[in-house]
Antibody
Framework: VQLQESGPGLVKPSETLSLTCAVS??????????WTWIRQPAGKGLEWIGR???????SHNPSLKSRVTISIDTSKTHFSLNLTSVTAADTAVYYC??????????WGQGALVTVSS | DIQMTQSPSSLSASVGDRVTITCQAS??????LNWYQQKPGKPPNLVIS???NLETGVPSRFSGSGSGTDFTFTISSLQPEDIATYYC??????????FGQGTRLELK
């Protein structure tokens, strides 16, 4: 399976960050996997943002409070991330990944998103 | 949240050395522990799952052990291509899934 992130590389403070992950070479409808977003600020570690199941059920990191929405479009084979009210602290490389039983076994190449006016 | 503490934060070793990284969980996570290798500019790559299972295609010089709160990741004979940052990750608690802070491995 291949995953590819896409979306704006620059977002203004207080606005909404929106990214899409296109999934190919495997079925996004499979009930074996969750589809996940993870981010990594420059020079820092990995932070799990949240995940979505084919049914549309989601969970997210409580640290991001209610700013995160993750959705899935199984007909178009992609899933998406919206992060509202962004600040400079949200500047990071955003990865989408496939979650198989808690293991992230396939990753996109990452999308750098910078929050700046 | 379950806190994952890796040590050391950075490590310098020579080709052929045995390298060991530890990861400690703030509470019992059984064997719900994975290890990733990340090279600069690349996404992480799953190396060890469920504390000790070597992923397909990963060289046998890599190994993992442990359960409960204490885990070890070992490279038996360091190769130049192993230079990377390594992360542990727990999935015993899914809200949230958490990672260690990383161990940067450098060549001496």
């Amino acid at each position: 399976v291949q995953l590819q992130e896409s979306g704006p590389g620059l977002v203004k403070p207080s606005e909404t960050l929106s990214l899409t992950c296109a999934v190919s070479g495997g079925s996004i409808r499979s009930d074996s996997y969750y589809w996940t977003w993870i981010r990594q600020p420059a020079g820092k570690g990995l932070e799990w943002i949240g995940r979505v199941y084919a049914s549309g059920s989601t969970s997210h990191n409580p640290s991001l409070k209610s700013r995160v929405t993750i959705s899935i479009d199984t007909s178009k084979t992609h899933f998406s991330l919206n992060l509202t009210s962004v600040t400079a602290a949200d500047t990071a490389v955003y990865y989408c990944a496939r979650d198989f039983l808690g293991k992230f076994d396939s990753w996109g190449q990452g999308a750098l998103v910078t929050v700046s006016s | 949240d379950i806190q994952m503490t890796q040590s050391p934060s950075s490590l310098s070793a020579s080709v052929g050395d045995r390298v060991t990284i530890t990861c400690q969980a703030s509470q019992d996570i059984s064997n719900y522990l994975n290890w990733y290798q990340q090279k600069p500019g690349k996404p992480p790559n799953l190396v060890i799952s469920d504390a000790s299972n070597l992923e397909t295609g990963v060289p046998s010089r890599f190994s993992g052990s442990g359960s409960g709160t204490d885990f070890t990741f070992t490279i038996s004979s360091l190769q130049p291509e192993d230079i990377a940052t390594y992360y542990c990750q727990q999935y015993a608690d899914l809200r949230p899934i958490t990672f260690g802070q990383g161990t940067r491995l450098e060549l001496k």
